[in-house]
């Protein structure tokens, strides 16, 4: 089966490359497709999966890297690495993850393959490592990982963590025919990971066309049954109790790893070691506490379809929308035990768990609204359910475009991938163009949205609906047209400066800088913006003042890309005048 499988991925790969405005090439393709699955159990966007790429020469042998905390991807700007508070909730010895993928179109795998990364990660592991030393040596992307990880395992070291370090070498060989030169030479890595740090354990993977053909193939499942000891029902919904034990089954793959998808559309993530789940924990670690449901709020589920036969639930397109901090403090704390002794007392406590049947989007918002009343959420954490998020999801599906408000809820239905829109993208969209600030949307690629003052500036009820499509659309053109120059364009640069150049795209198009969404209320019905050539021309210019800035400055790149006073000089220079901020 393996050729037929090898057949299969190539049509998968191909049809993801050419469905797109600018196609991939083959081999880009295959490295954003190996980072999809490879990464499989933890459900990263398009967005996310793009962020780790390693593009260009000295990549050191690898194709991309992710930071992961407990399971949570890193971004630069995550809580623990802007405020020094926020890792006293990282709960004691959470693991910290350095996942390394390899992505190679050939037939096989190699050992020279592993020796590049052994040689790469015996420089770039060392903590007293200096940049400017290697920096001649490897891409300014792949140091900027490895610093992420280095810095967020600096921060941790008072909780404790754990560290593994993981390299999916990923081909178009056998994985089941890999040489034993290769595979020794796995072994020596895992071993060198493993003696990094004091915390540290390795593992190398091997992945082939089977392998990445039962991913590929393999959706996410919203379909899932809930055994009950006892339950109340009314009408078509439920109330139930749960055992413990069969709850952690309910929540787990079988990689032990937890199901986020069913958490997609749960306003919060997971806190850590706040205490709220402090006190879960010493609960279920106390056998003279009281029954675990009468102390707890219990979990919230909605769904299409709920049929009970036999003391077990069958429920459809599931989505736990209140009670994500019981759920993972009862993974994280029981989840081990419950392998190694299922028959546990504790596993015959019970968790309350509420099954709420609708079809009514607007009726399970709602829902999520009202059940997260109860305890303190920002109102922007809410944001998923607000009228303005469904009325532009529903104006983008009438213009074939996918708002993403539920996280790969339109890639698991096979919508091409440049044409759905996330709201973090959205929104630095917004943050960059309408409202002048390419240097607020790069520094904050996963926090814009935590601050309900930028919420409502950037999702604003007098921005019309035609604006924020013409935005996403716009923000997309930029990006192809980043990917198509004939001289590639580093990640690093096309991170730093892609909405510096949708934002003077915009600009360029009303002729004077401006602040407020209105301003383009025309462009967006004539469904207008500037042509490639002139974007050559804006994207020579911009590059031309971001290296002049960092000189006159003595600035590095990813400063001068965050900074106001960049802007400010950036319009002033090309006749566009300078833009007061608030």
Known sequence: MSANDRVLINQMIEERRTTRSVPLSFDAAFERFAGEHALHGFDLSEEEIEAGVIGGANDGGIDGVYVFLGGRLLHEDSEIFQQHSAVSNVEQGSQLTLWL?????????????LDKVASTCANLLNMEVDDNTVAVLYTADLLARFRLFRTALTRLLTRHPTVLIKFSY??????????????????????????????????????????????????????????YRESITHGTSHIALVGLGEYLDFLSHESGAIKSHIFDWNVRDYQGNVEVNREITASLQNPEAPEFWWLNNGITIVCSQATSVGKRLSLSDVQIVNGLQTSYTLHETLYDLYLSDPADPVFDRLV????????????????????NRQTSVPVASLRATDDIQRQIESY???????????KNFYRNQGKPADRIVSIPLLAQSVMAMALGQPDYARARPSSLLKSD?????????????????????????VDEFLQSTSDPISRSLHTNLHFHLAMLGAVDLIGRVFSKPEALDNA?????????????????????????????????????????EFVSYLTANLGYGSLRRR
């Open 524 to 564: 967006a019905r004539e469904g207008v913006f500037p042509s490639t050539a002139r974007l050559e021309s804006l994207w020579s210019s911009l590059q031309e003042q971001f290296e002049k800035f960092q000189r006159e400055n003595r600035s590095g790149a990813d400063k001068t890309a965050k900074s106001s």
């Open 453 to 477: 003052t930028d919420y409502r500036r950037v999702f604003s009820a007098k921005t019309e609906l035609p604006v924020y499509l013409w935005l996403a659309k716009a923000q997309r053109q």
């Open 352 to 371: 309350q768990v509420r099954i709420l049947v609708t079809v009514d989007q607007a009726a399970r918002d709602s829902v999520i609204r009202a059940t």
């Open 101 to 113: 993928i390899q992505a190679k179109t050939s037939a096989g795998f190699s050992e020279t393959a």
């Open 170 to 227: 990923v081909t178009r060989g056998e994985a089941s025919e890999v040489h034993p030169k290769v595979q020794a030479k796995a072994k020596i890595l895992e071993a060198q990971f493993t003696k990094a740090f004091a915390i540290s354990t390795g593992e190398v993977e091997f992945l082939g066309p089977s392998e990445l053909w039962q991913r590929a193939s393999t959706l996410p499942s919203y379909t899932l049954e809930l055994p």
């Open 396 to 406: 983008f599906l009438e213009h074939d475009w996918f708002y993403d408000r539920r």
